[in-house]
């Protein structure tokens, strides 16, 4: 069964870190670009990030732009986003996502993406 499951959620205050983990059961990561999306309570999913199958390209969103970093270690199967300087708008529940592109140097936080995860509730308050 192919699965993906977020971990590493949890409730941090404003200015603090936070390091999600998207790790794969059933197939292999280094196949797929791995998007991460976040949705607020009343708001539309959006794209947060996302990094290439070779792990040569990555994009974020301008909101997350020097705060998120993405990386990938194939070794376990596993994606991570490192959330730094976090803010009250960053509280989201947070998904990864699986997808194949045409190109391994590609991805996108728009969408294209297969396989999804769960979710990990992150919440950002004093």
């Known amino acids: 069964q192919l699965q993906l499951v977020e971990s590493g959620g949890g409730l941090v205050q404003p200015g603090g870190s936070l390091r999600l983990s998207c790790a794969a059961s059933?197939?292999?990561?280094?196949?797929?670009?791995i998007g991460w999306f976040r949705q607020a309570p009343g708001k539309e999913r959006e794209g947060v990030s996302c990094?290439?199958?070779?792990?040569?390209?990555?994009n974020y969103a301008d909101s997350v732009k020097g705060r998120f970093t993405i990386s990938r270690d194939n070794a376990k199967n596993t994606v991570y986003l490192q959330m730094d300087s976090l803010k009250p708008e960053d509280t989201a529940v947070y998904y990864c996502?699986?997808?194949?592109?045409?190109?391994?140097?590609?991805?996108?936080?728009?969408?294209?993406?297969?396989?999804w995860g769960q979710g990990t509730q992150v919440t950002v308050s004093s």
């Open positions: 990094i290439s199958s070779s792990g040569g390209s990555t």
């Open positions: 996502a699986a997808g194949r592109f045409v190109s391994r140097h590609m991805c996108s936080i728009g969408g294209g993406y297969r396989y």
């Open positions: 059933g197939f292999t990561l280094d196949d797929y670009a």
